[in-house]
């Protein structure tokens, strides 16, 4: 279980954030880094095909990332997909998909109880 903290203010990104914290199981040190309401479901494939070309240098390969035309799949309604970060490591991030409406309705039931 995490140990994340509730957000004592009616902030929808703090709201986020402590999903997401509790979703991926990490503390209050972790940060988010993106959100995204959709993703591009082939993007997978078209890393690989970047990754594996030997012809091109790093910097080329993900200049050549275009996402802007690739078929768009919106992520229901209360979910997000989320990159968080470590404060104490930047370089150690986690990534995954919350159920914000989960965890809005127990903050808003807590908030109630007063």
């Not at 703090?14 to 914290?21: I, K, N, Q």
């Not at 690989?48 to 275009?66: F, P, S, T």
């Amino acid at each position: 279980m995490t140990d994340a903290t509730q957000p004592l203010f009616d902030d929808p990104w703090s709201r986020y954030e402590y999903a997401a914290r509790c979703t991926l199981d990490v503390g209050d040190n972790w940060k988010i880094r993106s959100v995204s309401t959709a993703v591009h479901p082939m993007i997978e494939d078209r890393i690989m095909e970047l990754e594996g070309n030997v012809d091109l240098e790093d910097d080329q390969k993900w200049a050549e990332l275009d996402v802007s035309s690739s078929p768009t799949a919106w992520l229901p309604r209360g979910w997000i997909l989320v990159v968080m970060y470590d404060e104490e490591d930047p370089k150690d991030v986690k990534a995954g998909f919350v159920n914000v409406s989960q965890y809005l309705r127990t903050l808003d039931e807590a908030s109630n109880d007063n």
